[in-house]
């Protein structure tokens, strides 16, 4: 298969539903720099380690790395996206599809925002892929429930493991360092939560720019006439490309966000920012490593909230849980449910 540059481009110019795929791909993968990366950078601001444009620099250079150097390492996010659904052997229909798939999830977005229904980008997208893949196969068999299952794991992984970790991670840095004088203390916490919001940034580039680059290389393989991406490997052009659109959509911040996390859920002191970005990052590695796609925000709020239960369950704000379990029970089948029908619609009109 020609995963090359030069083929790439000389198809998005012939291919109208290569064309839309790449573009809507691009799309989102910008607006999750722009809107989800914060979630990085928010206890490090908050805390007033770093002021907000030099967090976001500092964010969009490390989430640029993430993405490029963790998908050469290990691509096995990617992997899950890419296999986790069958489009069929039609490759023009699996096209129309996928790009069906991917002006859903802009759909879905776009209402649940109107509503104040919350969302998870990383959930829409599998969601999509699963309703498109329904569509064409007119069943579930379309749906490849061996990768699918590390969807629940996440789910899971991404709520425990994080309140867990934020949990132990605070009470034994604050067992280490209770005899430290409280100034060089604040030093110490200062930069090594820097450190922390830096391993945070490129724990999310390596994450959700890994499922994006398994969607568009899906889209460049049904453009070749290839039915899947199994056992290709990731042409490093593509890595450049979406590790620099994650990274200039960064770039734009998103302070409400920051105010969101960092300050609305629970106030955190600099060594308790330092164990939420230690424990979410470790949890976002982890996950990385086994090929489970998690939601980076959950990761994140769950650490947050689990540094915050060391101290006592007052100092947690519950309705940000209420809002994540929200995002699962209406994310999966409502966008699944738009997918199913936009593929239905497009794979008429084309």
């Not at 398994?214 to 490093?236: C, D, E, K, R, Y």
Request: net charge positive; aromatic share 10%.
């Amino acid at each position: 298969m020609d995963v090359s540059f030069s083929y790439f481009i000389s198809e998005v110019m012939s291919s109208p539903m290569l064309f839309i795929s790449a573009l809507l791909t691009l799309s989102v993968i910008f607006v999750n720099g722009w809107t989800d990366a914060p979630n990085a950078i928010a206890t490090c601001i908050t805390t007033r380690c770093l002021s907000t444009r030099k967090a976001i620099v500092m964010s969009a250079v490390f989430n640029f790395l993430g993405v490029l150097i963790m998908t050469h390492i290990n691509a096995s996010v990617a992997s899950t996206i890419s296999n986790m659904v069958d489009f069929g052997s039609d490759t023009h229909t699996a096209l129309v599809a996928l790009s069906a798939s991917l002006f859903s999830i802009v759909v879905y977005s776009t209402g649940a925002s109107w509503l104040g229904i919350p969302t998870s980008e990383s959930h829409s997208l599998i969601a999509g892929l699963t309703g498109a893949a329904i569509a064409t196969q007119n069943g579930l068999h379309g749906v490849n429930f061996d990768e699918w299952v590390k969807v629940i794991y996440g789910l899971f992984a991404s709520l425990i493991l994080g309140f867990v970790m934020g949990y132990a991670i605070c009470r034994l840095i604050a067992f280490l360092f209770r005899r430290m004088e409280r100034r060089k203390a604040n030093t110490l916490f200062t930069y090594s939560q820097i450190g922390g919001a830096a391993a945070m940034s490129f724990m999310h580039g390596a994450q959700d720019g890994q499922k994006f680059i398994g969607v568009l290389f899906l889209a460049i393989a049904f453009s070749n006439g290839q039915t899947s991406v199994h056992g290709m490997l990731i042409p490093v052009w593509l890595m450049l490309l979406c590790s620099t659109v994650m990274g200039v959509g960064t770039s734009v911040g998103g302070e409400k966000i920051i105010k969101s996390v960092g300050m609305d859920m629970v106030k955190l002191e600099k060594y308790q920012g330092t164990s939420a970005d230690i424990a979410a990052s470790l949890c976002l590695l982890l996950s990385s490593v086994f090929g489970i796609p998690v939601s980076t925000t959950h990761t994140k709020t769950s650490a947050i909230m689990g540094v915050g239960a060391s101290r006592r369950l007052s100092a947690i704000n519950f309705s940000v849980v209420k809002d994540m379990v929200l995002t699962w029970i209406f994310t999966f089948p409502g966008c699944g449910l738009i997918s199913f029908l936009m593929a239905k619609l497009f794979m008429f009109l084309f």
